[in-house]
């Protein structure tokens, strides 16, 4: 596929490499972001072992984020607030910065099927007040399961729920994740709506621990055409 290359910091944990090797496979050039530049190749080459012809490289988180007018931040809630500090001088205006965060309470030691409250509302408005000025930010990508992200011999038939203030930038993230075959991304509404969409990531992982599986969301009723 053509277009800029795909950043994603925080792309050596789980969602970040599962994510790396759904759009490699898709097509997409990808720069896996991480504190450490050689544990970000590192990553990358586990990709290039598993998708033949994948244009992918690793890179320093605030080398990674200036390279891709779309960036995905793949992180634990714990690390989100310093990264974003950390970027400060790396986003630009005119980038879509893709939240996946979720407030998760074993950010703190908890439960992860307890959701930590964001003076902010949602991890998503947080980001909004910390990235530069001219960065939108977009909500996605929280009841993906990472493992079956990471498992290219899975079958994905999931919902993406995007959440943003303005249609354009949605749509621009919609094209990306919907590249990824079983994937439909969906229009959740506003940028503050993202609170709800990441209560149900602790929903769903109290559902697959009791279930042994790794179940996502699918909403019914929706017209052929989204975007």
Do not use: Y
């Not at 053509?2 to 950043?7: D, H, L």
């Not at 994510?19 to 997409?28: D, F, I, K, Q, V």
């Not at 203030?165 to 503050?192: F, Y």
């Amino acid at each position: 596929m053509s277009g800029s290359p795909i950043p994603i910091v925080g792309g050596t944990g789980a969602l970040g490499f599962g994510l790396a090797l759904r759009l490699a496979a898709a097509g997409h050039e990808v720069v896996i972001g991480s504190r450490d530049a050689g544990r970000a190749e590192e990553a990358a080459a586990k990709v290039r072992e598993r998708v033949s012809n994948a244009r992918i490289a690793g890179a320093a988180n605030a080398d990674a984020a200036p390279l891709g007018d779309v960036v995905f931040l793949t992180v634990p809630f714990r690390a989100q607030s310093e990264n974003l500090t950390n970027l400060k001088g790396a986003l630009r205006e005119g980038q879509i910065l893709v939240d996946a965060t979720v407030p998760l309470a074993a950010a703190v030691s908890g439960k992860a099927t307890r959701l930590l409250g964001v003076p902010q509302g949602s991890a998503a408005e947080q980001a909004q007040e910390m990235v530069p000025d001219g960065v939108e930010v977009i909500s996605a990508l929280h009841t993906v399961d990472a493992a079956t992200l990471s498992d290219l011999d899975a079958d994905l038939d999931q919902d993406v729920l995007v959440c943003g203030d303005r249609k354009a930038p949605k749509a621009r993230v919609a094209e990306i994740v919907g590249s990824i075959p079983g994937l439909r991304p969906v229009n959740a509404g506003a940028l503050e709506t993202a609170r709800f969409v990441e209560a149900l990531t602790p929903l769903l992982i109290s559902v697959n621990i009791r279930n042994k599986t790794h179940a996502g969301v699918k909403l019914t009723g929706l017209p052929d055409e989204l975007w």
